[in-house]
Structures are given as structure tokens and as C-alpha cells.
């Protein structure tokens, strides 16, 4: 039973709400001032809140930012009868889940109400999961308290136990497949398997058989039977990553299915029925793509039924402690090694940096640190050159100007001076690899390697 917690200097408004919850099935404690709350939030523990913003001791706004400042992490609803706009501004940025005037549109508050409890129940749900895979290969975790990451959060829980199509964007390294495992998991589909395909890791001519499978003797080589992803994906969901790299001849092709349901096996004439939910990520800017002729307008508007945007981390600067102490303790518990935490100072450096890779590249650089670490503090030392000391690297400027610190080895320095040579390319060129490539005079295949080598978002097989 989920327990909610209602704060109002009014005696009569918190009976009244009581009551109407209590009927919903809720377990609500009360409170008429912010001390009174604190000490019931001292002994219990609650899945959501609905707090007044006009109160005696403190206002609802500023308990609120208190309940932050002390770790706690439920939804809360801001209640008043004195709505204005500059009010639900404010509530918003600071992370409210929603804002509600009275008197009260009893339907609406508790349907607000219930969706406040299901995502709370889903980030316990996901936090769960993800303690009961941290022995797992390490990967980029679904962490955040940001308004931003509470947004995502919503999102997912409100369209998981649908069938809608679901296109996730945002940067390489935000973590758009772990979204896409969230939704999956937390939908009528857990049970049916969950299948990935990268358009972007695969050959354009092995695409068609890769999606849709083969028959035996459809093509040289093809010596048996072979099922494609669709199939396998049946009862389930399918996550199509990297969705902007599809060519345009498998883009019509992936439409049909889209639209039909259907589909032949390459070499074959049999029409397979697939009953599989669609998931897309990219990030590409399919708009413009669609404006340029690259990507198909009606397939866009297939895909872009729901979309989930995941911010990249510069954005949501506030989550970098969180997710650099997880990085940290899961790299120390592997490594074997006592180390504890950050340095103020090191902090200092991770917060105050752009991170172009996003979640992917700040976990390397914490299981980087935590291998260079001697003591029990991750140390500024620990951490690469273009954290500690971007000014000698000349990061805004329009040349490189390094200076030699004592401990840097050649090969160090030359390696944090091509991490920034690309690092300022990426920016210059708004993070379009390709443009980059070329403006580097290398390969795409090059300029791929070079990401995956410097943990700025290389891996082919996930985004």
C-alpha cells in the first residue's frame, strides 16, 4: 500500500484529503507545518507528498528545496489556492512532480496522485534491477534526480504498458538504450524478449537479412534457414538503435512492417505475421534529415509516435555526484581497491566540466581514476588533463597551448592533446561525426575508433 504524506496549515483541508485517499486505498499521514512533517518523515517512510505552498513556519516552495537539500527523493505535488504563473514556473524548475489549485478537481488530483506513486514504484523498481546486475558487465546507468531525469522518468512510466512506438533521442552516451530497457521491462511485454539491433553496426547489404531473416538458398552461403530480429523479437519488444543510419532502400522496407505487420523472409514467399512492439534511438536530428531527403517523412511520423528525449549531462549538472560515486564504487568493488569517494577538488573538476560523451564518458573517467587512485580519495591528479587543467590545453581558444607538467609522461600529454584536438572538432561541428571526420582529414571509421579509445562515446553496439 502506497503511503502518502499531506502537509497543509489547514486542519479541515488535510482531514478532507485524508479521507478522499484513504478511500482510494492510500495510507496518508498528515501534518500542519514543515517541522511537524520532518519529524513524521524522521520515523516513516512515504512514496509521495502533497504539500501547500502557503504555510505559518516555512512556505511550501521552500520545503520543498529543504526535502532536496536532505536526500529525500519522492514526488511531490505543490497545492495553493493562490495559483500564478510565476508560482508554477517555480515549482517546476524546482523538480515538483505537478502543481494543483484549489478547490480541488477531485478526478484530476487523484489521477495525479496515482501517477506520482507509479513513477516513484518505477524508480524503485529500476534501482532494484540495478543492484541485481551489478555484477554484471559494467554499463551506463538510468541515475538522476534532476528535474530532467524526473521528466524521463515520467515519460517511461506513462507509456511503458502501451504498444505506442516510441522514439528515443538524445547524444551519443545519454543512455538511450537503458530507457528503451526500462520501457520493455515495465510493459505487458516484460515477459517476451527483448531484442537490439544497431542499423548502424551492420552492413547495408546484410541489413534486409539481419531484420527480416532468410531461406535457405536465397543468396550464396545462405546454407540453412535463418531467423531475422523481427522474429525473434515476437511477443516482445524490438529496439532499433542508431535508427538515422538506416539506408532509404531498408527505410521503405521497415515501413511496411511498420504499417502492415508483416513481412517475407529474404528468398521467401511466406507472409510472417509479427506481433512486436517498435522502440527507435537516435541521435540524429531526423527533422532535418527528413528535410534534406535522407530519412522518409511517413516512416519519421511512424516512429515519432511518443518521443523520450534523455538530456545529455551537461544539462543536468546536478547528477554528476550521484552517478560519479556509483561509477566509483561499483569500478572499487571490482578492482578490489579501498577507494572511498572524491576529493572536494576533484568534484569541483567533474561538475565543472562539459562532458561531450556524456554518461559513457564519465564513467571512464571514474574507472580511470579509481585505478590510478593510491589512497582513499579520488585526488585532481587522478583525473585526465582536459578536467584538471583545460586552460593549458587552450579549450575555447583557437590554437593548442600546452605547457609541461612535472609527472607527464610524452606519450600522456600527446594523448591528452589528440583527446582535445577531437574534443574541439566535435564541438565546433555541433558533435555531426561526419563533419568532423572530414574536417580532421580522417576516416569516420577513424574518427569511431578514436571516441571508443578516449571513452567519448565509440561503442558501435549501443548509444
Same mark, same amino acid.
Given at each position: 500500500?502506497?503511503?502518502?504524506?499531506?502537509?497543509?496549515? $489547514?486542519?479541515?483541508?488535510?482531514?478532507?484529503?485524508?479521507?478522499?485517499?484513504?478511500?482510494?486505498?492510500?495510507?496518508?499521514?498528515?501534518?500542519?507545518?514543515?517541522?511537524? %512533517?520532518?519529524?513524521?518523515?524522521?520515523?516513516?517512510?512515504?512514496?509521495?507528498?502533497?504539500?501547500?505552498?502557503? #504555510?505559518? !513556519?516555512?512556505?511550501?516552495?521552500?520545503?520543498?528545496?529543504?526535502?532536496?537539500?536532505?536526500?529525500?527523493?519522492?514526488?511531490?505535488?505543490?497545492?495553493?489556492?493562490?495559483?500564478?504563473?510565476?508560482?508554477?514556473?517555480?515549482?517546476?524548475?524546482?523538480?515538483?512532480?505537478?502543481?494543483?489549485?484549489?478547490?480541488?478537481?477531485?478526478?484530476?488530483?487523484?489521477?495525479?496522485?496515482?501517477?506520482?506513486? $507509479?513513477?516513484?514504484?518505477?524508480?524503485?523498481?529500476?534501482?532494484?534491477?540495478? =543492484? $541485481?546486475?551489478?555484477?554484471?558487465?559494467?554499463?551506463?546507468?538510468?541515475?538522476?534526480?534532476?528535474?530532467?531525469?524526473?521528466?524521463?522518468?515520467?515519460?517511461?512510466?506513462?507509456?511503458?504498458?502501451?504498444?505506442?512506438?516510441?522514439?528515443?533521442?538524445?547524444?551519443?552516451?545519454?543512455?538511450?538504450?537503458?530507457?528503451?530497457?526500462?520501457? &520493455?521491462?515495465?510493459? =505487458?511485454?516484460?515477459?517476451?524478449?527483448?531484442?537490439r539491433i544497431n542499423c548502424a553496426a551492420i552492413p547495408e547489404n546484410l541489413l534486409e537479412s539481419e531484420l527480416f531473416g532468410y531461406e535457405r538458398?536465397?543468396?550464396?552461403?545462405?546454407?540453412?534457414?535463418?531467423?531475422?530480429?523481427?522474429?525473434?523479437?515476437?511477443?516482445?519488444?524490438?529496439?532499433? !538503435?542508431?535508427i538515422g543510419e538506416l539506408p532509404l532502400s531498408m527505410q521503405a522496407k521497415l515501413l511496411r512492417v511498420l504499417q502492415e505487420r508483416e513481412f517475407?523472409?529474404?528468398?521467401?514467399?511466406?507472409?510472417?505475421?509479427?506481433?512486436?512492439?517498435?522502440?527507435?534511438?537516435?541521435?540524429?536530428?531526423?527533422?532535418? #534529415?527528413?528535410?534534406?531527403?535522407?530519412?522518409?517523412?511517413?516512416?519519421?511520423?511512424?516512429?515519432?509516435?511518443?518521443?523520450? &528525449?534523455?538530456?545529455?549531462?551537461?544539462?543536468?549538472?546536478?547528477?554528476?555526484?550521484?552517478?560519479?560515486?556509483?561509477?566509483?564504487?561499483? %569500478?572499487?568493488?571490482?578492482?578490489?581497491? %579501498?577507494?572511498?569517494?572524491?576529493?572536494?577538488?576533484?568534484?569541483?573538476?567533474?561538475?565543472?566540466?562539459?562532458?561531450?560523451?556524456?554518461?559513457?564518458?564519465?564513467?571512464?573517467?571514474?574507472?580511470?581514476?579509481?585505478?590510478?587512485?593510491?589512497?582513499?580519495?579520488?585526488?585532481?591528479?587522478?583525473?585526465?588533463?582536459?578536467?584538471?587543467?583545460?586552460?593549458?590545453?587552450?579549450?575555447?581558444?583557437?590554437?593548442?597551448?600546452?605547457?609541461?607538467?612535472?609527472?607527464?609522461?610524452?606519450?600522456?600529454?600527446? &594523448?591528452?592533446? $589528440?583527446?582535445?584536438?577531437?574534443?574541439?572538432?566535435?564541438?565546433?561541428?555541433?558533435?555531426?561525426?561526419?563533419?568532423?571526420?572530414?574536417?580532421?582529414?580522417?576516416?569516420?571509421?577513424?574518427?569511431?575508433?578514436?571516441?571508443?579509445?578516449?571513452?567519448?562515446?565509440?561503442?558501435?553496439?549501443?548509444?
Amino acid at each position: 500500500m502506497a503511503r502518502l504524506l499531506v502537509v497543509d496549515d $489547514e486542519e479541515s483541508v488535510c482531514q478532507m484529503l485524508r479521507d478522499l485517499l484513504e478511500t482510494e486505498g492510500y495510507e496518508v499521514i498528515t501534518a500542519l507545518e514543515a517541522k511537524e %512533517a520532518l519529524e513524521k518523515l524522521d520515523r516513516e517512510e512515504v512514496n509521495a507528498a502533497l504539500i501547500d505552498i502557503r #504555510m505559518p !513556519d516555512i512556505d511550501g516552495l521552500a520545503f520543498f528545496k529543504l526535502l532536496k537539500e536532505k536526500g529525500y527523493t519522492f514526488p511531490v505535488i505543490l497545492m495553493t489556492a493562490y495559483g500564478s504563473t510565476d508560482t508554477a514556473i517555480e515549482a517546476m524548475k524546482l523538480g515538483a512532480f505537478d502543481y494543483v489549485l484549489k478547490p480541488f478537481n477531485i478526478e484530476e488530483l487523484l489521477l495525479t496522485v496515482k501517477k506520482a506513486v $507509479e513513477v516513484e514504484a518505477l524508480a524503485r523498481e529500476m534501482e532494484a534491477l540495478r =543492484r $541485481e546486475l551489478a555484477g554484471e558487465a559494467p554499463t551506463e546507468e538510468l541515475l538522476g534526480r534532476s528535474p530532467a531525469m524526473i521528466e524521463v522518468f515520467k515519460q517511461i512510466g506513462k507509456f511503458a504498458d502501451t504498444d505506442y512506438t516510441v522514439l528515443i533521442t538524445g547524444e551519443t552516451g545519454t543512455g538511450k538504450e537503458l530507457v528503451a530497457g526500462a520501457l &520493455h521491462r515495465n510493459s =505487458r511485454r516484460r515477459q517476451g524478449p527483448f531484442v537490439r539491433i544497431n542499423c548502424a553496426a551492420i552492413p547495408e547489404n546484410l541489413l534486409e537479412s539481419e531484420l527480416f531473416g532468410y531461406e535457405r538458398g536465397a543468396f550464396t552461403g545462405a546454407v540453412s534457414r535463418k531467423i531475422g530480429k523481427f522474429e525473434l523479437a515476437e511477443g516482445g519488444t524490438l529496439f532499433l !538503435d542508431e535508427i538515422g543510419e538506416l539506408p532509404l532502400s531498408m527505410q521503405a522496407k521497415l515501413l511496411r512492417v511498420l504499417q502492415e505487420r508483416e513481412f517475407e523472409r529474404v528468398g521467401g514467399t511466406r507472409t510472417i505475421k509479427v506481433d512486436a512492439r517498435i522502440i527507435a534511438a537516435t541521435n540524429r536530428d531526423l527533422e532535418r #534529415m527528413v528535410k534534406e531527403g535522407s530519412f522518409r517523412e511517413d516512416l519519421y511520423y511512424r516512429l515519432n509516435v511518443v518521443t523520450i &528525449h534523455v538530456p545529455p549531462l551537461r544539462e543536468r549538472k546536478e547528477d554528476i555526484p550521484l552517478l560519479a560515486e556509483h561509477f566509483l564504487r561499483r %569500478a572499487a568493488a571490482e578492482l578490489g581497491k %579501498a577507494v572511498q569517494g572524491f576529493s572536494p577538488e576533484a568534484m569541483r573538476l567533474l561538475e565543472a566540466y562539459d562532458w561531450p560523451g556524456n554518461v559513457r564518458e564519465l564513467r571512464n573517467v571514474c574507472e580511470r581514476a579509481v585505478v590510478l587512485a593510491q589512497g582513499p580519495l579520488i585526488l585532481p591528479e587522478d583525473l585526465p588533463l582536459t578536467l584538471r587543467q583545460p586552460e593549458e590545453l587552450g579549450l575555447g581558444k583557437g590554437e593548442i597551448e600546452l605547457r609541461l607538467r612535472s609527472g607527464q609522461t610524452l606519450a600522456e600529454i600527446l &594523448h591528452d592533446v $589528440e583527446r582535445t584536438v577531437i574534443l574541439k572538432a566535435l564541438r565546433e561541428h555541433n558533435y555531426n561525426r561526419t563533419r568532423t571526420a572530414q574536417a580532421l582529414g580522417i576516416s569516420r571509421r577513424t574518427l569511431h575508433l578514436k571516441l571508443k579509445e578516449y571513452g567519448l562515446g565509440g561503442e558501435e553496439d549501443s548509444d
